[in-house]
């Protein structure tokens, strides 16, 4: 149902976004890291509901989390363009790792109208999930 991608280069995450807007009702946002809240500020009026969780889409731990649940939005769709990407995968003689962005550490989820995740990350491990039947 799901297939990881790569969105390395800032065009293909900016062109992604684009195809996510259209289809987009809402977005769940996680603050992994409790103290980088620089994306949701300003947000305010369009954050639907806020909960602590230790589960949400492709992460399960120990430790609760922050999860925002954000209408979507034209304004959140311009905030997010202005990062460079969610993460960037490498890989160099030692394997893979993940370089983190502007974007930081927190994970973030787009659904649809039935409520179906179109796009999730993991963004620490440098996992983005697309649905299949998605092609941009």
Request: proline residues 1%; negative net charge.
């Amino acid at each position: 149902m799901y297939r990881f991608i790569d969105l390395n280069e800032h065009s293909y995450y900016v062109k992604i976004l684009n195809v996510l807007e259209r289809n987009t009702k809402y977005i769940e946002y996680v603050l992994v890291d409790e103290d980088d809240v620089c994306f949701i500020d300003n947000l305010s009026d369009d954050i639907i509901q806020q909960k602590y969780t230790n589960k949400w889409w492709g992460t399960e731990t120990s430790r609760s989390c922050c999860l925002y649940k954000i209408k979507s939005t034209p304004k959140l769709f311009s905030r997010l363009k202005k990062f460079s990407t969610f993460c960037i995968s490498k890989t160099d003689e030692r394997g893979d790792y993940v370089e983190t962005t502007d974007f930081g550490i927190n994970d973030i989820a787009f659904f649809d109208d039935r409520l179906e995740p179109i796009l999730f990350t993991t963004t620490h491990e440098g996992y983005i999930s697309l649905r299949k039947e998605i092609r941009f």
